[in-house]
């Protein structure tokens, strides 16, 4: 199985802050690179796929970039509700690996 | 609009068995490849199940094989997970979750989750 990891586990901001998550994978895989989204108590959110494509209806100051095992999703100006946990997965080989989570909190 | 609709989560005892159900609408349910993806209390995603549109194929996480099965009947638009010997390891809160088309294979959309307790 393809192995996930991101850094950082967990980083506090403010708004307006830029941010930057890294997702690493074990071996390459290619574009097939996701991002996800998810708030307490909800359900997880796709934000980019394909490693830097954006989601319809996902805010235009979230980015992704990156392709073979390294990886970064970009939020240009943190905003109040972008303040959630973020995944990557990989979509390169079954099974579809997640990275453990970034939590984005409060400074 | 697409929705997933899980249910049939609950407590169940160490040994027991639960089905679970997600009910889909707004989007041909047929073409579409559908997984389960479970989160443990506190924990990160873990991938659990997949099956193709047809439901020709499945695939299961080595966690859950030869305890689980998944299956579909696209005549009422939904997806099942059965799980039998259930572990208390396997208390989380499961999502059913579209498989976007086009290669990409990203999940496009998720439903809200159904909570499964595995307690004595």
């Known amino acids: 199985d393809i192995q996930m990891t991101q850094s950082p586990s967990s980083l506090s901001a403010s708004v307006g802050d830029r941010v930057t998550i890294t997702c690493r994978a074990s071996q390459s895989i290619s574009s097939y690179l996701n991002w996800y989204q998810q708030k307490p108590g909800k359900a997880p959110k796709v934000l980019i796929y394909s490693a830097s494509s954006i989601q319809s209806g996902a805010p235009s100051r979230f980015s992704g970039s990156g392709s073979g095992t390294d990886f970064t999703l970009t939020i240009s100006s943190l905003q109040p509700e972008d303040f959630a946990t973020y995944y990557c997965?990989?979509?390169?080989?079954?099974?579809?690996?997640f990275g453990p989570g970034t939590k984005v909190d409060i400074k | 609009e697409v929705q997933l609709v899980e249910s049939g989560g609950g407590l169940v005892q160490p040994g027991g068995s639960l089905r679970l159900s997600c009910a889909a609408s707004?989007?041909?349910?047929?073409?579409?490849?559908i997984n389960w993806v479970r989160q443990a209390p506190g924990k990160g995603l873990e991938w659990v199940s997949a099956?193709?549109?047809?439901?020709?194929?499945?695939y299961y996480a080595d966690s859950v094989r030869g305890r689980f099965t998944i299956s579909r009947d696209n005549s009422k638009n939904t997806l099942y997970l059965r799980m039998d010997s259930l572990r208390a390891e396997d208390t989380a809160v499961y999502y059913c979750?579209?498989?976007?088309?086009?290669?990409?294979?990203?999940?496009?959309?998720w439903g809200q989750g159904a909570l499964v307790t595995v307690s004595s």
């Open positions: 099956i193709t549109n047809s439901g020709g194929a499945t």
């Open positions: 707004g989007f041909t349910f047929s073409n579409y490849a």
């Open positions: 997965q990989q979509s390169y080989s079954s099974p579809f690996t």
């Open positions: 979750a579209v498989v976007a088309l086009g290669g990409s294979s990203h999940y496009s959309n």
